[in-house]
């Protein structure tokens, strides 16, 4: 059921973005790759390698296993954190030096600080996927992972119709993220815990 709605989101998120990318200009084309490049260092790697690490961590140890898990969740969003500020420092010390133009300048910072509120948000999710897969409900988690798929392509489609800046796009990715927290944490206490 995950396995789909992974399949399922990622073709999802793939037309909306191809969707978008139609739209950009070469301009802001380059500038998009740029900003999800700095969003990357708020690191979902690090994110996966840690649950990797856990997950190989309660398979020999069963009984610590919920241990490893909440200090796993705790290191991982600390360290999303402390990626966060160096990724928005990072952002705005490439716009001080390297883009002259001052409103390219602000919508690169912008569009940075947006993709990394973004990150973080996701980190608020994995709480939640984290219950549903204790209480063993992944079909509500698959439901909600579609869901936000949609939306997010929802957003590129919109945005792209209506020549959205590219900071509007990271803020209804934001959004949806948000959103997305909020409709899973009522979904993962009304109806599973």
Known sequence: CMLVANVISKFVLFVGSIFLLQFLDAGLESTYYLVTAFGALIAMNFQDGMVHVTIRKIAIDLDNGPHYLGTCYLASFIL??????????AAFVYAGTQLSEAGLRNEFILSACALTAAY????????AGAGFKAYEKLSNEAILLVLQSVLSAGVYIYGARHSWTLSMFFIGLLAVGVVHVIVSNIVLVTFVV
């Open 80 to 89: 999303a954190l402390a990626l966060a500020v160096i990724g928005v420092l």
């Open 120 to 127: 973080l948000v996701g980190y608020g999710y994995s709480v």
